[in-house]
């Protein structure tokens, strides 16, 4: 039988309860009852009972259970309980288990006249938004367990699929024989979404390599000087153009006919009267000179 200090994690009533069914299975007397709770006491427990009168001391078992109890037990009042839901969260080295049973009891002693279907969909719904892990608890939410229980065992699947990324099924997975329909869902949604960023990344590095296969032919090709010149129908020499940095002329495309030509440079954009290479262009101080 554990130890009751009072300020340890057992609670009074956990210890009165498993004082009261050693002592009934044992069929201990009330001499050996109250010898035995005394050697379970210790700390602010013993400590409490030693400062008790008199009568309580030379009484019975059950004198020394009741002063204990109106000292340790919590309060039954329901308000107390709901203060506490208020600040229920799961604490960082808490498993899934140990969280549901604390969920589950604090709904009990807060709502102890709600019905008994009433209480589990409450805690199922106080349980997952006091995951500390948001990501499983939304997760699971999508899937509407429809139990307290199997919320927490869909949580626990989606921790142990995080433990073990491999395709492999967790040890957890091969618990039962036949696993309900939303943990084989969870189990689906888990492996289409590796198999999708697989493809995602194969795709992605592919598109990397063509880019830079590209990019080496750019800088090891020469460059594109464009198409050769065209030589006019009847004959003429191939038409040049004027430089691109060498003068202009103000002449229209459109003042010139369709079958004239520069006799100066053979251009058919302008008259030969207006081609740039028969006037001189002005020069600009710091400029150099332009061909004429």
């Known amino acids: 039988m554990c130890r009751f200090t009072g300020t340890s994690a057992v609670s009074w009533e956990e210890f009165e309860t498993h004082f009261n069914n050693d002592r009934l299975y044992g069929q201990w007397s009330d001499a050996l009852s109250k010898a035995t709770l005394l050697r379970h006491l210790s700390g602010d427990a013993l400590s409490t009972y030693t400062s008790a009168d008199a009568n309580i001391k030379a009484g019975t078992c059950n004198d020394a259970l009741d002063f204990l109890r109106a000292i340790f037990q919590r309060p039954n009042d329901p308000s107390h309980y709901e203060a506490e839901l208020t600040s229920l969260r799961q604490s960082v080295a808490e498993s899934a288990q140990a969280f549901e049973v604390r969920v589950r009891n604090l709904i009990s002693k807060a709502y ?39 919320a927490r065992t869909q949580v626990q699947l989606f921790a142990d699929l995080q433990k073990h990324p491999s395709s492999a099924p967790p040890p957890s997975a091969g618990a039962t024989a036949n696993p309900p329909p939303s943990t084989q869902n969870i189990t689906r949604l888990l492996s289409d979404h590796r198999a999708d960023i697989s493809r995602l990344q194969r795709d992605h590095e592919r598109h990397v390599s063509d880019i830079c296969h590209q990019f080496k032919e750019s800088l090891y090709t020469t460059p594109y000087a464009g198409p050769p010149p065209t030589q006019d129908v009847r004959g003429n020499p191939p038409l040049q153009q004027a430089p691109a940095n060498g003068p202009q002329s103000n002449a229209q495309p459109s003042s010139k006919p369709n079958n004239g030509r520069c006799y100066i440079c053979q251009s058919t954009q302008h008259w030969k009267d207006r081609c740039p290479y028969k006037y001189p262009a002005p020069v600009f101080p710091g400029n150099g000179g332009r061909p004429a």
Do not use: M, Y
Not at 119 to 137: E, H, Q, T, V, W
């Open 112 to 150: 102890p006249l709600v019905p008994s279907d009433a209480r589990d969909s409450l805690a199922k719904r106080l349980f997952l938004d006091r995951l500390n892990d948001r990501g499983i608890a939304l997760e699971v939410k999508k899937f509407q367990p429809n139990s307290l229980h199997a």
